[in-house]
């Protein structure tokens, strides 16, 4: 672990607004993993994370598609939901290994349902339900991962 940062986020405006701010410090070729129970907010970062970049259209959460896909100048983001994954296996089945290249950056609700098949995250955005709204708590894993949080206020 290399960097550890912890936000409190009061209601959803908020949870939008932080990621509005993060998103103009990702990166191609990095890999984000949103994890926190059912409602926990995933989706709602993401849906933050793409209008920062830009992107003003509706939002879809993955969760029957698996996966969607946002093109932008120079890089693809694929949004991944697999909590219907029922094994681990389906990770390798569905070929989703070939969307994490140097043009991606893949952001993945429910990581943990791919057992350990998946790329390791240069970042984790864990949400969790408190009385106030949500605890944030962001880990960079990798130097590129650590360098995007430290720039975040
Ligand atoms: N900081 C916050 N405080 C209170 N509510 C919030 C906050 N951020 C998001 N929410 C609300 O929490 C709900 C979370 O929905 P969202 O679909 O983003 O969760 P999710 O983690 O993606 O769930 P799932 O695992 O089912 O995909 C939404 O109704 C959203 O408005
Ligand atoms: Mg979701």
Not at 27 to 32: A, E, F, I, K, S
Not at 65 to 77: D, G
């Amino acid at each position: 672990m290399m960097f550890d940062s912890n936000y409190d986020l009061k209601d959803e405006s908020e949870t939008l607004r932080f990621a509005e701010s993060m998103s103009s410090h990702l990166h191609p070729g990095m890999n984000l993993y949103l994890k926190g129970e059912l409602g926990a907010g995933k989706t709602t970062f993401v849906r933050g994370l793409l209008r920062g970049l830009g992107y003003q259209d509706k939002v879809k959460s993955p969760t029957y598609t698996l996966v969607e896909s946002y093109s932008f100048l120079k890089f693809t983001i694929y949004h991944f939901d697999l909590y219907r994954f029922k094994s681990d296996h389906e990770w390798d089945d569905a070929g989703f290994r070939e969307y994490f290249n140097e043009t991606s950056i893949c952001l993945i609700e429910w990581p943990e349902k791919a057992g350990g098949l998946l790329p390791e995250p240069d970042i984790s955005i864990e949400l969790s339900h408190e009385s106030f709204g949500r605890h944030l708590h962001l880990i960079g894993f990798t130097p590129i991962g650590s360098e995007c949080l430290k720039t975040i206020i």
